[in-house]
């Protein structure tokens, strides 16, 4: 039989532009060598500046979009981006709970680059109560890790990501391009705390897509049989080479360019 590189199954929104969204996952899949498998969850309206709109499959379509796969193919891991509603979050935990050993990337994509809101309140209780207790890696941004964490705008983001970590995910990347300072600090934490803090140069410019792209690099890693700590510092090292070769093909932000020259 010839190889079969391992299939990750991404639940996420569709994105016109192909900068994030489940266009993003399956082409970071693609490069890494894994097979991508993909459920929609929403349909946006959106262009390299911001959303213009956002559409929310019904959760029954969602769910029969994922049992039919799985039913047919084995899944060396999950990837999860937007839902586009608290019915949708539920549908997939309940996929989630029927595979309980296989690994889950959630990245918790609560607004756009521009700040357009993808998760009202109802959503996030969803998030906290459902699907990060069934959360292998949690890649919140620093305002993510915050509003998840039910905390202050400034508050301590270490306390933050223990705090999600009570709540059921085993490991929190917290990515920090939104706070100060001229290097990208990205810490990890398990229950035991800090277990490992990848820095990267600040790149200039802005970037559509880089949360999911790095959420799909990691799960890619952990499909192909990698260990949590490698896997992420791996798939930062991936994120940041994508971005620093980024694409101006819009009027907006930059798209990671998945397919850079390694050279």
């Not at 969602?62 to 608290?86: E, H, N, T, Y």
């Amino acid at each position: 039989m010839p190889f079969s590189p391992p299939s990750v199954l991404t639940f996420a929104a569709s994105d016109p532009t192909g900068g994030a969204g489940i266009q993003a996952d399956l082409l970071t899949l693609a490069s890494l060598g894994c097979h991508p498998l993909s459920v929609i969850t929403a349909i946006s309206a959106q262009d390299t500046r911001g959303v213009d709109g956002l559409l929310a499959v019904e959760p029954e379509w969602i769910q029969r979009q994922a049992r039919v796969l799985l039913a047919d193919m084995p899944v060396a891991a999950f990837k999860i981006g937007v839902l586009g509603s608290a019915r949708n979050a539920e549908a997939v935990a309940a996929i989630l709970a029927e595979h309980p050993r296989t690994p889950v990337v959630l990245d918790p994509v609560l607004a756009s680059g521009r700040g357009d809101p993808l998760a009202d309140a109802a959503t996030v209780k969803v998030l906290r109560s459902e699907l990060l207790p069934r959360t292998t890696v949690l890649t919140p941004n620093s305002i993510e890790a915050r509003r998840l964490a039910l905390a202050a705008p400034q508050a301590d983001l270490a306390s933050c990501a223990q705090e999600l970590v009570k709540l059921g995910c085993k490991y929190v990347l917290v990515t920090g391009t939104h706070e100060p300072g001229a290097q990208v600090v990205n810490p990890l934490y398990d229950a035991s705390g800090k277990l490992r803090e990848d820095r990267w140069p600040r790149l200039t410019g802005e970037f559509h897509g880089s949360g999911c792209t790095l959420a799909s690099a990691i799960a890619a890693q952990l499909a192909k049989g990698m260990e949590i700590a490698a896997a992420v510092q791996s798939a930062q090292a991936y994120t940041w080479t994508a971005l620093e070769a980024g694409l101006r093909l819009g009027r907006g932000q930059l798209l990671p360019n998945r397919f850079f020259d390694p050279k």
